[in-house]
């Protein structure tokens, strides 16, 4: 017998909390009962789960990712009728959920899957897992500037966690200064509301890195199966992660 919100994950349905408002909002029924309380327990292989009405199927697990192009909403649908993610990916017939989002004009690394708790672990906010980007911001940036990122910076929901940030390239004739940054927390928009808070505006903004996963050559706009070993390199880093943090807050210390 599985909780029935980890059923739901396992099965594609959306990242296990997007399953859990599911339940809570009566779209679940087991066994032609509607169930609304968390923590039911099921077995997948007997009881008849629906959602919105329509049976779920199991699939086989899938993990990618793409170079997100600029321009590109990070959602497998848009009312709009917006290019989306999914629409850069032809052939993959599984139902698959990006990993976290990127802004419209953000490009670059994207995990996207439809293993939910892969996807929790990845995006829950305890586990710290680090992304590093490559930002082109306004103006020839200081060290002073860097030393500020590296400290945390205020923003209006409160001091950011403390970043690695260093030179990447310098361009006087253009004024634009490139720097590498890794951040460890998943706030709206948070690298360019970082720079804009230290006076220099992103220009463009790249995600090169996700945990201990690297964009490498992957041309914009294409995709790639991730490999057993890099699935499992990033389930380790979360772990890790989240057992820090556990532990510092153990210890009274802050975990950021």
């Known amino acids: ?30 066994n032609d009962v509607v169930v609304r309380e968390l923590g039911t327990k099921v077995d997948p292989a007997a ?10 199927k199991a699939q086989s697990k899938t993990y ?5 192009p600029k321009g590109v909403i990070t959602s497998a649908t848009d009312p709009e009728g917006r290019k989306v993610v999914t629409d850069f990916l032809p052939g993959v017939k599984e139902r698959v959920y990006p990993v976290g989002r ?11 899957t439809n293993d939910g708790e892969f996807a929790n672990l990845l995006t829950h906010p305890r586990n710290h897992v680090p992304r590093t980007y490559l930002a082109t911001v306004k103006g020839n940036l200081h060290g002073s500037v860097l030393d500020k990122l ?12 403390p970043a690695e940030a260093d030179y990447y390239d310098i361009n006087p004739e253009k ?6 940054i890794t951040i460890f927390e998943g706030r709206n928009r948070q690298v360019r509301r970082m720079f804009e808070a230290v006076h220099h505006p992103v220009i463009r903004l790249k995600r090169v890195m996700f945990g201990p996963l690297e964009l490498g050559g992957l041309p914009r706009g294409k995709f790639r199966a991730l490999s057993e070993k890099e699935v499992q390199a990033l ?21 950021q």
């Open 102 to 112: 990127l802004d419209y004009e953000t490009e670059g690394l994207l995990i996207l």
């Open 235 to 255: 389930r380790e880093e979360a772990a890790a992660a989240g057992a820090s943090a556990t532990s510092e807050e153990t210890d009274g210390t802050d975990p």
């Open 64 to 68: 990618l990712m793409l170079n997100k």
């Open 47 to 56: 009881d008849l789960i629906k959602v919105d009405g329509k049976a779920i």
């Open 150 to 161: 590296k400290a945390g910076v205020k923003l209006d929901d409160g001091m950011t966690a």
């Open 175 to 180: 004024n634009e200064t490139v720097v590498v």
């Open 1 to 30: 017998m599985e909780r029935l919100q980890k059923v739901l994950a396992q099965a594609g349905i959306a990242s296990r909390r997007k399953c859990e408002e599911y339940i809570t909002s009566g779209r679940v029924q087991v």
